[in-house]
């Protein structure tokens, strides 16, 4: 049976432009898209037997130079790269509950000194942990402000994003918006494989959301560190901001999103105004009800 390590070889390779890479030309009928197996295992300077073993679960040791050869033949990019070094280090282990976490002083003292930008501190499951009035009234306004407090009920990203409609209309561009969330879980679960929290959760969202679950088989990752996004609030209409988010220094499964916008845009003035004290419809829009059927 395939492991994640052969899973993710196969949907790299999977990808890729046979015409588009160093191997002979040639005008074999594929069956497959991408690259054979023997092609790779030819990239990367290694016997196609021992990458046939990597791809089929028989295997999973590699040396440090055998996965930087893998890295260039199936062109990687560093969240991939780092991926494949952590799915070289699963063992069989049993899954465990980590304590939840609760965001520290540093953390609290830096969120009440970003100011007006919103901001949103989120853990290890896309979790939002904590966040400024400004980060609560751009992102998920219809939810209450002091949600993140209660640890087992806190708002989570990756479910508001694929299971809740306000949310998911926010975003002009959904899709790339879901790929990178997908992508940031499929990163983590590599680092944390052992983790049932997680596990529980990708299997709630792949359960409940066709989508998740075929961008979940695609095994694509993502680092989430900056980038633009277009939201469609309810108050402001489209905000075109940028958005960048810091590893905590003293827990790297803390994550701190901060939206900004250039200066004296619309957006920069729509920001300033959410984090006023100053109470505005934030409100998202509710679904209308069906209408009900008359005698």
Known sequence: MPSELGRFLSTRRARLNPQESDLPRGG?????????????????????????????????????????????????????????YDLTQLTATELHHPRRKNPGP???????AIGSAPAILMGRYTDILSWNTAGHRLIAPHLDEAAPSDARHRPVMARLL??????????????????????YLRLTSGRHPDDATLASLIGELSMHSPEFARLWAAHDVHECTLGDRTLLHPAFGALHLHYQVWT?????????????AEADSTESRALSMLSNEKEIDVSLPQPTPSPQPTD
């Open 162 to 183: 694929f299971l809740d409609p306000l949310v998911r209309d926010m975003y002009e561009d959904w899709q790339q918006a879901a790929r990178i969330n997908v992508g």
């Open 248 to 260: 905590q220094p003293d827990d790297p499964d803390l994550r701190l999103q901060i939206y900004t």
């Open 106 to 112: 540093s953390a609290a003292r830096l969120l009440a």
């Open 28 to 84: 074999h009928w594929r069956r497959v898209p991408g690259l054979r197996r023997e092609e790779v295992a030819e990239l990367a300077g290694i016997s196609t037997s021992y990458y046939t073993r990597l791809e089929r679960g028989s295997s999973s040791s590699a040396s440090p130079s055998v996965l930087d050869a893998l890295t260039r033949a199936l062109h990687l990019d560093d969240a991939e790269r780092a991926h494949l």
